[in-house]
T-cell receptor
Framework: AQTVTQSQPEMSVQEAETVTLSCTYD???????LFWYKQPPSRQMILVIRQEAYKQQNATENRFSVNFQKAAKSFSLKISDSQLGDAAMYFC????????????FGKGTRLSVIA | NAGVTQTPKFQVLKTGQSMTLQCAQD?????MYWYRQDPGMGLRLIYYSASEGTTDKGEVPNGYNVSRLNKREFSLRLESAAPSQTSVYFCASSEAWASLDSYNEQFFGPGTRLTVL
């Protein structure tokens, strides 16, 4: 069974600085999708960024980018120029590309942004 | 376009009471899901419906039942609530269950905070 591990329960960053959240996963599949979701205090789950395993290029979305290391099964999220609104829980998730398997989530990392 | 809506937003039950959590989506998605979120546990899948007319158990189905009423609606029922079911419940939907060609990401509702006393 696939598992997703987020080894940092809590992180903090100074406003305007850069922070990296870690995520590792375990799978025997060669093709799959990876996601980062943000959950602010409002509880709403918001998709931040996504990556297809077959794509070599790391995904970027404005201040958010990933470092995808397929061989190491690592999918870290980098937030640049951190803002107060980035404070939230962040969840890494994995989905096998084919077959009847659901999203598998990590346990989350709580990010605090210090003004 | 409201996306995924859930009712109620908050609920307090006594042990043994029953209730149904409602979920609806207006994105014409085929697949719908129910998750629970507990501190330090992330999101865990309770039940899912790959398509209208089908439902399957997820990781933590005990104590719950579901109904896929139509393509838009997917409800979660607690027949006899227990304190262990105190949690935040999320409904989500995606275009399809499995797709080779698209990310098929899930869109989430705002959640229901349920407390069982």
């Amino acid at each position: 069974a696939q598992t997703v591990t987020q080894s940092q329960p809590e992180m903090s960053v100074q406003e305007a600085e850069t922070v990296t959240l870690s995520c590792t996963y375990d799978t025997s599949e060669s093709d799959y999708y990876l996601f980062w979701y943000k959950q602010p205090p409002s509880r709403q789950m918001i998709l931040v960024i996504r990556q297809e395993a077959y794509k070599q290029q790391n995904a970027t979305e404005n201040r958010f980018s990933v470092n995808f290391q397929k061989a190491a099964k690592s999918f870290s999220l980098k937030i640049s120029d951190s803002q107060l609104g980035d404070a939230a829980m962040y969840f890494c998730a994995y989905r096998r590309k084919s077959g009847n398997t659901p999203l598998v989530f990590g346990k989350g990392t709580r990010l605090s942004v210090i003004a | 376009n409201a996306g995924v809506t859930q009712t109620p937003k908050f609920q307090v039950l006594k042990t043994g009471q029953s209730m149904t959590l409602q979920c609806a989506q207006d994105m014409n998605h085929n697949s719908m899901y129910w998750y629970r979120q507990d501190p330090g546990m992330g999101l865990r899948l309770i039940y899912y419906s790959a398509s209208e007319g089908t439902t399957d158990k997820g990781e933590v189905p005990n104590g719950y039942n579901v109904s896929r009423l139509n393509k838009r609606e997917f409800s979660l029922r607690l027949e006899s609530a227990a304190p262990s079911q105190t949690s935040v419940y999320f409904c989500a939907s995606s275009e399809a269950w499995a797709s080779l060609d698209s990310y098929n990401e899930q869109f989430f509702g705002p959640g229901t905070r349920l407390t069982v006393l």
